[in-house]
């Protein structure tokens, strides 16, 4: 089995100006005045890194369903033929929101 890439390595703490500095494995650091919040943006990281890739890149990217909402709003206010998009859902990176014109799937 092989050693992750995306854990914490190393604190330094009152160093450069800051309170506490940690360090990831993959080189990635982070520092502020707050040990425990500094320590949580790594935690952060560390999940956000082994998040599976996006497997729609070209497809356009919302930080937040509102902001994916609100697209979806000013779509369909453009009066244009062809498909539309109708709803938003969740990525399966889990990162960002897309639009699609397909409609959900049904779980039985």
Known sequence: MTEPDHVMVRIRERGH?????????CGHSEGGFDRAKVVAQLYKHTIDANRPAC????????????????????????????????????????R???TTSQPASKVA
Do not use: D, M
């Open 55 to 94: 497997p729609t890149p070209k497809k356009s990217q919302y930080g937040s369903e509102q902001e994916a909402l609100n697209a979806l709003s000013k779509f369909l206010q453009r009066a244009r033929p062809g498909a539309r998009p109708t709803r938003t859902y969740k990525c399966p990176s889990g």
């Open 17 to 25: 100006g800051y309170a506490a500095i940690v360090w990831c494995k």
């Open 96 to 98: 960002h929101w897309h």
